[in-house]
């Protein structure tokens, strides 16, 4: 499945479930281009916490557009407005 990377951004925490649990893959695109592949590892066993912590040392220094696009999206996802609640009078 395609999806741009804004998509991506906005749904994280669904697209990764849907990796992990339900393995399926999913090509990133940015301005229309392809530019990342993400896609269930063949392993897919829990990691141990020591594991985990030295992947996070190793991983590089925290891509600055990533951590801004990711608060940028947090401060504008509002809770949708309630279906229900009407500013119209109501019919007799």
């Given amino acids: 499945m395609r999806?741009?990377?804004?998509?991506l951004a906005r749904s994280i925490g669904d697209i990764?479930?849907?990796v992990r649990y339900?393995?399926?893959s999913f090509v990133v695109e940015?301005?229309?281009k392809e530019v990342a592949l993400?896609?269930?590892?063949?392993d897919a066993?829990?990691?141990?916490?020591k594991e985990v912590l030295g992947a996070w040392i190793h991983a590089g220094p925290p891509d600055e557009e990533w951590a801004n696009l990711l608060e940028q999206i947090g401060r504008e996802d509002?809770?949708?407005q309630d279906p229900w609640e009407s500013s119209s009078t109501p019919a007799p």
Avoid: Q
């Fill in 30 to 32: 940015r301005n229309g």
């Fill in 3 to 7: 999806i741009s990377s804004t998509e």
């Fill in 45 to 49: 066993s829990p990691k141990s916490l």
């Fill in 38 to 42: 993400l896609t269930p590892t063949s």
């Fill in 16 to 18: 990764l479930g849907r």
């Fill in 78 to 80: 509002l809770p949708g």
């Fill in 22 to 24: 339900g393995r399926e």
